[in-house]
Nanobody
């Protein structure tokens, strides 16, 4: 059974940075095209942020986060990352990684990111 654990969230001031991690167990990360999504408070729908092709060569991003968000992966460590720079209050959300490039599939419990001064 595949299991994902997201970590690295927290309370950050506007303009700050965070690196989120997503560790996969029960399988090998290199078997999956992965994605990051987030769910903002009061919004029932996920916002797709970007995806990583399994070999870690191709990365795609939503236009809304392009230039501020960077996905990377270390298949040897079974870990996917999301670097978030220049954080804004509207980035406040629970962030999830998923085992599907479109934001579907298995996800973990999420990690809370709160951007506030």
């Amino acid at each position: 059974e595949v299991r994902l654990v997201e970590s690295g969230g927290g309370l950050v001031q506007p303009g700050g940075s965070l690196r989120l991690s997503c560790t996969l167990s029960g399988d090998t990360l290199s078997n999956y095209d992965m994605s990051w999504v987030r769910q903002a408070p009061g919004k029932g729908l996920d916002e797709w942020l970007g995806a990583s092709q399994r070999a870690g060569i191709r990365f795609d991003y939503a236009d809304s986060v392009k230039g501020r968000f960077t996905i990377s992966r270390d298949n040897a460590k079974n870990t996917l990352y999301l670097q978030i720079n220049s954080l804004k209050t509207e980035d406040t959300a629970v962030y999830y990684c998923t085992t599907d490039p479109n934001g579907l599939g298995t996800r973990g419990q999420g990690t809370q990111v709160t951007v506030s001064s």
